[in-house]
């Protein structure tokens, strides 16, 4: 009887099991401890055939950085149902946030720790994504707004700004969170939530915090 002969793996999903095996790699020791040969290790496949299929460690990392902000993005912007209620529309957005963040937390990593401390290129991909989901929140708040006051007077860059620090907030809390034993992704969002919703709504309906200076 002759060898039997093992089906082989088609490269497009090759390719993503390489590319799983860096994000745990790049997200647990770095870019600069890890290395083409743990990835391969991890992967399965010999060396050759990572540099074969992602070229180098600089253009895996990248691609990296490209597929985990796709599917962190993706995330967020498919949780939010436009037909809902502005809180319901927010709340949806931030749990799904940190449900991903939580699920892949070395992806995470990647994103919001690793990228952005290796140079120029890295930190334009990261800024990227950073940027689309800051539009994509200041678009519902601004919905938000549209929807308290028939003919809101809330400035754009006001409104702009909101967004930033809603969005800065999640960045630092999914990272805490996901460093803390026992907290949840439920509990972190309902945190931000209940943070953010109190002065939206306050704001929305007319009652700004001045200072009393």
């Given at each position: 009887?002759?060898?039997?002969?093992?089906?082989?793996?088609?490269?497009?999903?090759?390719?993503?099991?390489m590319m799983d095996a860096a994000v745990r790699i790049f997200g647990q020791r770095g870019y600069a401890a890890a290395s083409m040969d743990d990835i391969a290790e991890l992967?399965?496949?010999?060396?050759?055939?990572?540099?074969?299929?992602?070229?180098?460690?600089?253009?895996?990392?990248?691609?990296?950085?490209?597929?985990?902000?796709?599917?962190?993005?993706?995330?967020?912007?498919?949780?939010?149902?436009?037909?809902?209620?502005?809180?319901?529309?927010?709340?949806?957005?931030?749990?799904?946030?940190?449900?991903?963040?939580?699920?892949?937390?070395?992806?995470?990593?990647?994103?919001?720790?690793?990228?952005?401390?290796?140079?120029?290129?890295?930190?334009?991909?990261?800024?990227?994504?950073?940027?689309?989901?800051?539009?994509?929140?200041?678009?519902?708040?601004?919905?938000?707004?549209?929807?308290?006051?028939?003919?809101?007077?809330?400035?754009?860059?006001?409104?702009?700004?909101?967004?930033?620090?809603?969005?800065?907030?999640?960045?630092?809390?999914?990272?805490?969170?996901?460093?803390?034993?026992?907290?949840?992704?439920?509990?972190?969002?309902?945190?931000?939530?209940?943070?953010?919703?109190?002065?939206?709504?306050?704001?929305?309906?007319?009652?700004?915090?001045?200072?009393?200076?």
């Amino acid at each position: 009887m002759g060898a039997v002969k093992t089906k082989r793996m088609p490269r497009a999903v090759r390719e993503q099991q390489m590319m799983d095996a860096a994000v745990r790699i790049f997200g647990q020791r770095g870019y600069a401890a890890a290395s083409m040969d743990d990835i391969a290790e991890l992967a399965g496949v010999s060396k050759p055939l990572v540099y074969l299929y992602l070229n180098s460690k600089d253009d895996l990392f990248s691609a990296v950085i490209r597929r985990e902000a796709d599917a962190l993005t993706r995330a967020v912007r498919d949780a939010v149902r436009l037909d809902q209620p502005a809180d319901r529309r927010l709340w949806d957005g931030l749990l799904a946030f940190f449900t991903h963040t939580e699920r892949h937390p070395d992806a995470w990593s990647v994103l919001h720790l690793q990228a952005r401390t290796q140079g120029e290129r890295f930190a334009a991909e990261v800024a990227g994504l950073r940027e689309g989901i800051v539009t994509f929140v200041t678009q519902l708040l601004a919905v938000a707004a549209r929807e308290v006051h028939r003919d809101p007077d809330l400035p754009d860059h006001e409104v702009a700004g909101l967004a930033e620090a809603l969005v800065g907030a999640a960045e630092s809390l999914a990272t805490w969170a996901n460093a803390t034993e026992g907290v949840t992704a439920r509990q972190v969002a309902g945190t931000l939530m209940n943070f953010s919703w109190s002065g939206l709504g306050d704001l929305m309906e007319g009652r700004p915090w001045t200072t009393r200076d």
